[in-house]
C-alpha cells in the first residue's frame, strides 16, 4: 500500500523546527516545554512558561490551558491557518523548514538518584506549609464566597504557605514565590484499601491581598500527580464521616468549583457533604477514545480505558459540578464514512462531552453520579456568587468561628 503524504509529513517532519517557529523549546525530547503559543504568544517567542508540551518520540504535543493537541501537520494548520492538504504541501520536501540544529547532549548524561527537583520542592512546600486556618488562604476561599461553614470543615485537608516557589525567571536566574494554598494529591490503593498519597501537590498562589494570582502558572502540580497508572486528586472534606452530615459527595475539575458545589448545597439544606477535586479536566472526566490516527467518534465519544478519571470507590451518590464556560478547542473526529474531519468543539459540546463521560467514571466504581449544570457561560463558582447577591449576602473574607 502507498504511504499518504500525510503519513511521510508526520514521520519525516521535525516536530522540534515547526514547533521552535512559534515556542521557544527547551528540556529532554520527551517534554520539550514552553509557553502556549495562542494564549501566550509573547512569553512563547521570549522563552519560558509551561503550558505547551511536545512529545519528540511520539511526534506529539499538547496545550495545558486551551486544551489544543495533535501532530505536526495540526500544529501548521493552527498555527498557518491552512488546510491539511497545504500544510502537507509547505511540509513535505520543503526547504523553508530546514532540520533543526542538534542540542548540545552531555557525553555521559549524569544520574540523578533519589526524588527530581519538583518532587523535592512538593515534599518541602507541604511539610513547611502552615496551618490554613486563620490564612490568607481562608481569606481567599471566603472572598469567593464559599460558606464559611464549608471553609470550616476543609481546613483540615489544606495548608497554606506563605512564600511557595511559583516559577522559575529564566533571565533573573531565580525563584520566583508567591503565597499559596496547597492541597494534598492522593488515590485510593487497590491493594491496600486506603487511601495513599502520590508524593504531589496542587498548588493555587495568591496575591498578598488574598486574591488568585494571574498567568498561566497561577495554578501548578509539583510531584508525582499518579500512582500505578491511577490518576490522583485531593480531598477538601472527608473521605471519612468525621463532620459530614450528608451521604452524598460533591466533585469537580477545581478546589474552589468543589467548595462552591459544597456551599450551593449547605445553603439548599444546611448539611456538610463530602468534597473533593480532580484538579484538572483530564482527570474529570478522563481520556477520550481515539482511533489509530488520533480521531474521536463525535457521535459516540467513549472513555479511554487507559486514560483513567480521578474516582473513589464506595461514595454512593456523587455530585459532578460541570464548567460551561470553557474555552473551544479543536479535535480531530472521524466521520461515519471513515474520513478525517477537523471541527471546533465549543463551550457546551465540551460541557456535555465531561458529563458524559466524568458519570461513566464514577458509574464503574459503583456510585450514582449526576451531573450539576451552572449556568450558561458559567461555572458553579459564579452562579454561587450569583445566588448570594441576590439574597443581598456580601461575600466575606473574616474566618470561620
Known amino acids: 500500500m502507498t504511504e499518504s503524504m500525510f503519513d511521510i509529513a508526520k514521520r519525516e517532519v521535525s516536530l522540534d523546527a515547526v514547533a521552535g517557529r512559534y515556542v521557544k523549546l527547551r528540556g529532554p525530547d520527551n517534554n520539550r516545554r514552553g509557553a502556549c503559543p495562542w494564549c501566550f504568544p509573547k512569553r512563547a517567542l521570549a522563552g519560558g512558561g509551561s503550558t505547551f508540551q511536545a512529545k519528540l518520540g511520539k511526534r506529539t504535543w499538547r496545550t495545558f490551558c486551551c486544551g489544543k493537541f495533535g501532530d505536526v501537520v495540526d500544529l501548521y494548520c493552527d498555527m498557518e491557518r491552512v488546510t491539511p492538504v497545504e500544510a502537507v504541501r509547505d511540509l513535505v520536501g520543503s526547504s523553508a523548514l530546514p532540520a533543526p540544529k542538534p542540542r548540545q547532549q552531555p557525553a555521559s548524561p549524569e544520574v540523578v538518584e533519589g526524588p527530581s527537583l519538583a518532587d523535592r520542592i512538593a515534599i518541602d512546600l507541604w511539610k513547611t506549609a502552615q496551618p490554613f486556618a486563620g490564612s490568607l488562604g481562608e481569606k481567599y476561599l471566603l472572598g469567593r464566597g ?174 459532578i459540578g460541570i464548567d460551561r464556560d470553557m474555552k473551544p478547542v479543536q479535535v480531530k473526529a472521524v466521520t461515519p464514512r471513515g474520513r478525517t474531519s477537523h471541527y471546533w468543539l465549543e463551550a457546551e459540546a465540551r460541557a456535555r462531552l465531561c458529563a458524559r463521560l466524568a458519570c461513566a467514571a464514577w458509574t464503574a466504581v459503583g456510585a450514582t453520579p449526576r451531573p450539576v449544570w451552572p449556568s450558561k457561560n458559567s461555572d458553579l463558582n459564579d452562579d454561587l456568587r450569583r445566588v448570594m447577591a441576590l439574597s443581598g449576602q456580601p461575600l466575606k473574607s473574616k474566618r470561620a468561628a
Open 146 to 319: 464559599i460558606a464559611p461553614e464549608v471553609v470550616k470543615a476543609a481546613s483540615g485537608n489544606l495548608r497554606f504557605h506563605p512564600r511557595a516557589q511559583r516559577c522559575w525567571d529564566d533571565v533573573k536566574r531565580r525563584w520566583i514565590f508567591a503565597p499559596a494554598m496547597l492541597l494534598l494529591v492522593v488515590v485510593w490503593d487497590m491493594d491496600k484499601m486506603r487511601a495513599v498519597a502520590t508524593g504531589g501537590i496542587h498548588a493555587t498562589y495568591l496575591t498578598p491581598q488574598g486574591k488568585k494570582a494571574v498567568g498561566e502558572d497561577a495554578k501548578r502540580m509539583w510531584g508525582p500527580q499518579q500512582r500505578d497508572g491511577r490518576p490522583g486528586g485531593a480531598w477538601l472534606i472527608g473521605p471519612g464521616c468525621d463532620g459530614v452530615d450528608g451521604p452524598e459527595t460533591a466533585t469537580a475539575e477545581g478546589a474552589e468549583n468543589a467548595l462552591s458545589l459544597a456551599s450551593l448545597e449547605f445553603r439548599r439544606s444546611g448539611r456538610i457533604i463530602r468534597t473533593c477535586a480532580a484538579l484538572s479536566l483530564g482527570r474529570l472526566q478522563g481520556g477520550v477514545l481515539r482511533d489509530n490516527e488520533g480521531r474521536i467518534d463525535p457521535y459516540d465519544p467513549q472513555p479511554d480505558p487507559k486514560v483513567p478519571a480521578f474516582v473513589w470507590p464506595g461514595l454512593g451518590a456523587v455530585l
